[in-house]
């Protein structure tokens, strides 16, 4: 996983929890929805990791009904990120 893209990431995630539903799927944010799914499924959450390989459901539903889990899951690899630094 890119740790780069760490705080792009959670300004995403906050970005969707402050409107959650209301939310519209923007195609330029294809790059971060692709790096939480590979995060999730690195990191073995399955029970978010399960949803998104559900088919006919599109990933921004999953992100906004996990929001606030993959917030902290975000936030804690930027502190671990911290720490290697």
Known sequence: MDKNKLPEMLAF???????????????SDEHLV??????????????????FDMPFIHPMITIQKWVEELKIIVIDNVRESNADN
């Open 34 to 51: 692709n790096a939480i799914i590979a995060m999730v499924k690195q990191e073995g959450h399955s029970s978010i990791s399960e949803e």
């Open 13 to 27: 995630l906050q970005k969707v929890s402050e409107m959650n539903e209301d939310t519209a799927y923007d195609s």
